[in-house]
């Protein structure tokens, strides 16, 4: 088995004034050579975005956008039709597929807002875009499946061989995430934990490779975890 840290501090940033975005991997004008996804895991950028604030209409083309309301809410219209707020305990997938537009604004006049967003590359390009939401129970302690290529479970389905799972756990807790693919990112949203003897802090992210069977995670602090079973 193979690791390698990401260091919260080590990312990209940028400050915006409205936007205070870190990137874990290389985006927009930040680049490293070293850091540009791993496997199809592509972005993930941590955003904190100002009361009022927002993303205009932009398009994308085969991507798998997931967006994770750590904080706050997010205001989402695309041109699809579709027009939702997330909040905390639900997750969403934009397929963007052969094009698609959509805005992302903070709806709130008063509270600021903390998501992910996450994009895989898709295992198909051009096909037919496509979005979804779907709640998951934010109290519930160890793993839960939020993201699938099959949508088993009740997660949603990704256009990619993905499943992401979601980890919560009370301080001294620990867990075993089912993986089922040769490599793994762990990305700490929250909190501390331990993951096979390393430690990690919030915001921290692991790339793990060559790895067969569960992953322990045990928390240091009550914390909160996504892990991301990749090939």
Do not use: C
């Not at 950028?45 to 994770?68: C, L, Q, T």
């Not at 934990?193 to 240091?220: F, M, N």
Request: glycine share 10%; aromatic share 8%.
């Amino acid at each position: 088995m193979q690791m390698a840290i990401r260091r919260a501090d080590q990312r990209g940033h940028a400050d915006h004034g409205w936007l205070d975005t870190h990137h874990t991997f290389s985006f927009a004008g930040y680049y490293d050579p070293q850091f540009m996804g791993f496997s199809h895991l592509r972005v993930i950028n941590e955003d904190r975005v100002a009361p009022g604030r927002g993303f205009g209409a932009h398009p994308h083309r085969n991507m798998e956008i997931i967006s994770f309301v750590v904080e706050g809410a997010l205001e989402h219209k695309d041109t699809l039709g579709s027009g939702s707020v997330l909040r905390p305990g639900e997750i969403q997938v934009m397929s963007a597929g052969s094009g698609i537009a959509h805005s992302e604004f903070n709806p709130s006049p008063t509270d600021p807002l903390h998501f992910l967003q996450i994009w895989l590359l898709p295992r198909e390009g051009n096909t037919r875009p496509r979005y979804d939401q779907q709640g998951y129970d934010v109290e519930l302690r160890g793993p839960q499946l939020l993201v699938s290529p099959d949508g088993r479970d009740g997660s949603v389905q990704v256009g990619q061989d993905t499943d992401l799972w979601r980890v919560r756990l009370d301080a001294e807790g620990s867990t075993e995430v089912p993986l089922s693919r040769p490599r793994a990112w762990v990305q700490v949203v929250r909190g501390s934990i331990e993951v096979e003897g390393v430690a990690l802090q919030q915001s921290d992210g692991l790339a793990i490779a060559e790895r067969a069977g569960p992953l322990g995670i045990t928390a240091r602090e009550d914390a909160e975890i996504l892990v991301f079973d990749l090939r």
